[in-house]
């Protein structure tokens, strides 16, 4: 954890000032700028900020409360074995400062090792709770072939397909992250899946959420951490899903956050047509049969699909890096 994550923390514990505020004001600042000293806010290009400092919204006695807010919290925190990272530290997953409206995260909460995110390729591994035999099968193939091609796989420690991913991986001797949707201080959702969670921090994976300590699980938080399974990732492959559910929130996410979406074609491997689907296969195929998911049946087209996420992947780090080429003349 570094002085400048205990800033932004700091930030955002200030009434009325949001991510996205704290993020593109901060964006083109020089970090060795960032101090903790009051007149430090003043630097921040933010209009919001700087119109609450001039009409003394907020005060030096607002942030040396808002400090001291984010001392508790980190404090806290570390007590409980959970790290803390902003959006401006090395360790912060690079593919969510990827997402292109910048709606991502400004502090993430972590246990284990959170720097598998940047040092691997990454796929999410996502489906329906109800999983099936026909799901149980698939995310087995899919989970043991990208671990072998040293990708750690993402999930929600969900039931269903989600446990399942995290358990292949474990299986195939390969690293797993699981985004929850609470504090990380918090028991976790569902209880069953406890054990999981110690046995992906056991084998080298880490446990990442946006939420502070004490923030209980909400079902609003539930689409958020749908939404960045996917930004967290270089692409997606959904198993299988039904019309409705969190998995489509994912599968939704990664088309406007440019991620590629796979999905096994269940049609070719249960050999019926589209009105024959079981209602588990019906949402995957949709998307499918939409142009909006890759499908994945023969080994050549897996074999594609991942070529294609490692394209993409070096496309979207390259165009990153000129663009912070470019905020860094800037800041002279």
Same mark, same amino acid.
């Given at each position: ?16 000032i ?9 964006r083109?600042?020089n ?12 630097k ?11 009409n ?6 607002d942030?040396?409360?808002? /400090? ?9 925190s570390?007590?409980?074995g ?9 360790d912060y ?6 997402v292109?409206d ?110 502070k ?8 938080? /539930? ?6 399974q ?5 692409g997606?492959?959904?198993?299988e ?39 588990t296969?019906?949402?995957?195929e ?16 897996v ?11 070096e ?15 800037n800041?002279?």
């Open positions: 954890m570094s002085d400048i994550t205990r800033v932004v923390l700091a930030l955002t514990q200030l009434q009325g949001g991510n996205q505020t704290i993020i593109k004001g901060l083109n600042i970090l060795q700028e960032i101090t903790d000293e009051f007149s430090f806010l003043n921040i290009n933010s209009n919001k900020i700087q119109k609450k400092l001039d003394e919204t907020i005060s030096v006695m942030w040396h409360n808002a /400090l001291s807010l984010a001392d508790d919290i980190i404090n806290k570390k007590e409980k959970i790290g803390t990272v902003s959006f401006l530290d090395e997953p690079k593919n969510l400062l990827m292109h910048e709606k991502y995260p400004a502090i993430l909460y972590f246990k284990g090792d959170i720097k598998q995110i940047n040092d691997h390729k990454s796929l999410a591994v996502i489906g329906t709770r109800n999983i099936t035999e026909f799901g149980n099968e698939m995310t087995s193939k899919y989970v043991k072939y990208f671990t072998s091609k040293d990708y750690v796989i993402v999930s929600g420690l969900a039931k269903g397909t989600d446990a399942k991913a995290h358990e292949e991986t474990i299986k195939n001797s390969g690293k797993t992250i699981a985004i929850l949707a609470a504090g990380l201080d918090q028991t976790i959702y569902p209880k069953e899946n406890a054990p999981l969670a110690k046995e992906i921090l056991r084998t080298g994976g880490a446990l990442i959420s946006e939420y300590i004490g923030t209980k699980l909400f079902p609003q938080f /539930l689409v958020a951490r749908d939404r960045w996917s930004g967290i990732s270089d997606v492959i959904a198993i899903t039904g019309t409705r559910g969190g998995t489509k929130n994912a599968m939704t996410a990664a088309g406007y956050q440019k991620r590629p979406l796979g999905c096994p074609d269940a049609k070719e491997y249960l050999d019926v047509d589209f009105d024959e689907l079981p209602k296969s019906i949402g995957t949709e998307f499918i049969e939409k142009g909006l998911a890759i499908p994945l049946y023969t080994n050549r087209s074999k594609g699909f991942r070529l294609h996420l490692e394209e993409e992947k496309r979207r780090e390259e165009i990153f890096r000129e663009q912070k080429s470019v905020e860094d003349i800041l002279f």
